[in-house]
T-cell receptor, first 111, second 114 residues
Framework: LAKTTQPISMDSYEGQEVNITCSHN???????ITWYQQFPSQGPRFIIQ???TKVTNEVASLFIPADRKSSTLSLPRVSLSDTAVYYC????????????FGGGTRLMVKP | NAGVTQTPKFQVLKTGQSMTLQCAQD?????MYWYRQDPGMGLRLIYY???????DKGEVPNGYNVSRLNKREFSLRLESAAPSQTSVYFC?????????????FGPGTRLTVL
């Protein structure tokens, strides 16, 4: 099971780009990297998933270096509504859909 | 589509009381999950059901039981509630896949045990 480490909290201002880095040194060959977002009083919501290099969707980009020991979630031009907790997860590829949530990164976007 | 629904939204119990949390999904997913989230913490898996007819323990199963009633519904039962079970409970569902890990979460049930 790949253990993940990410900052406990981050502050940003509206309009800035936010990058949250997650380390997962013991990621296995077939593991994917998955990020979820959780707003206060709501359940988590899937944001993005990737295996290597770069993945982009309408919400975020995910950058994964060649060694895959870390990944960076990039949120372009954040707004106040992006204030949330962001979780980096590496579900074991041989355990179906088991997710293990750590403490996540609490992002506060200020005006 | 309602997605994942949970009832009740809020509940207050006294120590020793029992209750069942209900969860239903309308996405025809095979797998369903129950998590708990304590204040300021990440989610912890209580039980999951990979497919209809199967259930397995997660990280923190003690004090809970589950029933996969059919493909749509997955309930969580507290037989004798304890203050340590005060938490927010989330149900989730997903397709069963080795690589596609998106789970869809319900709005949560906020449980207080006095």
């Amino acid at each position: 099971l790949a253990k993940t480490t990410q900052p406990i909290s981050m502050d940003s201002y509206e309009g800035q780009e936010v990058n949250i880095t997650c380390s997962h040194n013991n990621i296995a060959t077939n593991d994917y990297i998955t990020w979820y977002q959780q707003f206060p009083s709501q359940g988590p919501r899937f944001i993005i998933q990737g295996y290597k290099t770069k993945v982009t969707n309408e919400v975020a980009s995910l950058f994964i270096p060649a060694d895959r020991k870390s990944s960076t979630l990039s949120l372009p031009r954040v707004s106040l509504s992006d204030t949330a907790v962001y979780y980096c997860l590496v579900p074991p590829s041989n355990a179906g859909n088991m997710l293990t949530f750590g403490g996540g990164t609490r992002l506060m976007v200020k005006p | 589509n309602a997605g994942v629904t949970q009832t009740p939204k809020f509940q207050v119990l006294k120590t020793g009381q029992s209750m069942t949390l209900q969860c239903a999904q309308d996405m025809n997913h095979n797998s369903m999950y129950w998590y708990r989230q304590d204040p300021g913490m990440g989610l912890r898996l209580i039980y999951y059901s990979a497919s209809e007819g199967t259930t397995d323990k997660g990280e923190v199963p003690n004090g809970y039981n589950v029933s996969r009633l059919n493909k749509r519904e997955f309930s969580l039962r507290l037989e004798s509630a304890a203050p340590s079970q005060t938490s927010v409970y989330f149900c989730a569902s997903s397709e069963l896949s080795a690589t596609y890990n998106e789970q869809f979460f319900g709005p949560g049930t906020r449980l207080t045990v006095l």
